[in-house]
């Protein structure tokens, strides 16, 4: 079995000082604004397309190195990546990377080095991804010291770049270095700890230590639920990650009961077209399907694939990776003429949106990449659900 997923994704949320014309100020702040509500709510090629103008806004009023523009560009690329726009992503932050080196701002350097490492990781560019962690990690040391705070996201970002290349023992160490730090920063219960715990679960699953991480999933999901309530979105990604345990060890009973509440608490925040909410119906068919509930299976792949359809176009992994699990379902109840159509189709979009050279096996679903292989060739869009305190930030 081969496994490699998690993601921890970098949020620049500095405060910065901004110089300017008060009106020109107001006007980049409305637009990001509007970018952050659009993205909250699922709907990214309109968030894109006021990304873009919320770059021209801060490429008009403020200057080349000023920190506002750095961070409309990480805004901006953070999307394109969301959209699968990889490419345009890369020079979108080399733009930012440029300008925070020339501002000498090494914090947001530091940050936009471990996004572009998040980047080149899920094109499978690993050596470009570790010097570029590495870069953010030294940056951080020398700046505020080896247990600092704002060290969590690129030690977490060169973690999972490991785990992706099977370096078990050295993410593991990684991971250890994480846990402490936080301790430390923000006590043993704070709940800035789970996505770590939940990292850490996913490599344990990869490397068969099964109960240990279910201990985990289970403890960050319980700790959000006491600080929070039953209701709570933040917990839906160690309630999906669970799941995806049990798929592993083909308890699909429970995995489906982990999924459906994950649904729940999703549907109730973000309503039933979210793109998150697409995620989840594509995870609990796979559950269904594993436990002979077919005609159920199809119809939350049916919507999933509506939902991805509506939110990225017909042109996107996500897209791929439901198309296939179709395939593969309506394979098991022997009708090839429509399994081989929603196959070829999958074939080809993964091929033209990951290209050649990307690691076999290797799917990309936004902020994670789960390598799904269990002797079928089922790849499900599992994992994380991009969710409110769930990621890293540098403050």
Not at 139 to 158: C, V, Y
Request: proline residues 3%.
């Amino acid at each position: 079995m081969k496994n490699v997923s998690g993601i921890v994704t970098w949020c620049i949320c500095a405060c910065f000082i901004i110089s300017g014309v008060q009106a020109a100020e107001r006007s980049y702040d409305d637009v990001a604004q509007e970018v952050k509500t659009l993205s909250e709510a699922g709907k990214y090629s309109d968030a894109l397309i006021k990304a873009k103008e919320a770059v021209k806004s801060a490429e008009a009023s403020y200057g080349e190195n000023d920190p506002v523009r750095i961070q409309a560009y990480n805004q901006y690329a953070q999307l394109q990546k969301t959209v699968g726009a990889l490419n345009k992503a890369e020079k979108t932050y080399e733009k930012s990377i440029t300008a925070a080196e020339r501002a000498g701002n090494n914090v947001v350097l530091a940050a936009t080095l471990t996004r572009r490492a998040d980047l080149y990781r899920e094109q499978g560019r690993y050596q470009e991804a570790e010097e570029n962690a590495a870069r953010a990690i030294a940056l951080i040391e020398e700046l505020e010291g080896l247990e600092s705070a704002r060290l969590a996201a690129p030690l977490s970002a060169l973690a999972l770049i490991y785990r992706a290349q099977e370096k078990y023992d050295e993410a593991d160490a990684l991971y250890k270095r994480v846990i402490n730090i936080k301790e430390k920063a923000y006590g043993p219960g704070d709940l800035r700890l789970g996505p770590t715990m939940s990292d850490t679960a996913l490599l344990y699953r990869a490397q068969g230590k099964y109960r240990e991480a279910e201990w985990l999933l289970k403890e960050a999901a319980t700790n959000v639920t006491k600080a929070e309530g039953e209701n709570s979105i933040n917990k839906a990604p160690y309630l999906m990650n669970l799941a995806g345990l049990y798929d592993y060890e083909e308890r699909y009973a429970e995995s489906e009961t982990q999924y459906r509440e994950a649904l729940r608490v999703i549907e109730a925040e973000r309503g039933p077209d979210h793109p998150d909410v697409a995620v989840v119906l594509n995870n609990l068919a796979l559950a269904c399907k594993a436990q002979d509930k077919d005609e159920e299976a199809e119809q939350l792949y049916l919507r999933a694939l509506e939902i991805f359809e509506a939110t990225f176009g017909e042109e996107h992994v996500k897209v791929a990776a439901t198309l296939n699990n179709l395939g593969l379902l309506y394979r098991k109840q022997g009708d090839l003429k429509k399994s081989e159509k929603m196959m070829k189709r999958a074939k080809k979009m993964k091929k033209e949106t990951l290209g050649e050279d990307h690691p076999k096996d290797t799917l990309i679903f936004g902020d994670l990449v789960e390598v799904y292989d269990k002797g079928s060739e089922e790849e499900p869009a599992e994992g994380t659900v991009p969710a409110e305190g769930t990621e890293e930030q540098a403050s």
